[in-house]
């Protein structure tokens, strides 16, 4: 069965170093997300990708995040400056459509820890 | 603004036991809910779904019904397995927009 892979699975950095979290999405999906979930608290949504540019954003996705997807295969997230704040687990997720009751596919996630 | 809040964790419970894991949520408009499953190591998976009032979502035994009335949709299973461990998600879909809103999350743990 098609699943979404995300490396690594835990990464450890300190702050204020760049870190890029890498996901390969299922391979006729469309849509692309990233969520995060700090310990403890309920996962949040960070952004969407669609047909290669941002279709939609949260309020944490500032300026030292950014998405890319580099090849037909691949899907990432840059945190450029890591901050203590960013410990969190980051999903990755594609879907192959969008809209209602559409569903979205988790990768299994990557621990970020800053030190 | 949207919301879903569940359960607190972790819940304890023996095999063969009856599972209820509380949601409730607030949005705008008429979303669609869902649950996912966090086995260990891996991704979340769907579990089930509902998209309209009154609808039943159901998978391996595991049934959830989208209560509008209430806003909740809380899950239910019969009798629990030691293979259900896992961490369960509450979710709803927004309108007009690609994100899910999600709940904390709730750690389920079956004994033999």
Sequence with gaps: EPEVTQTPSHQVTQMGQEVILRCVPISNHLYFYWYRQILGQKVEFLVSFYNNEISEKSEIFDDQFS?????????????RSTKLEDSAMYFCASSETSGRGNEQFFGPGTRLTVL | GDSVTQMEG??????????????????????????????????????????????KGSNKGFEATYRKETTSFHLEKGSVQVSDSAVYFCAHDT??????????????KVLA
Excluded: H, M
């Design chain 1, 67 to 79: 998405v890319e997807r580099p090849d037909g295969s691949n899907f990432t997230l840059k945190i």
């Design chain 2, 95 to 108: 309108s007009g927009t690609y994100k899910y809103i999600f709940g904390t999350g709730t750690r389920l």
């Design chain 2, 10 to 55: 972790p819940v304890t419970l023996s095999e063969e036991a009856f599972l209820t894991i509380n949601c409730t949520y607030t949005a705008t408009g008429y979303p669609s809910l869902f649950w996912y499953v966090q086995y260990p190591g891996e991704g979340l998976q769907l579990l089930l779904k509902a998209t309209k009032a009154d609808d």
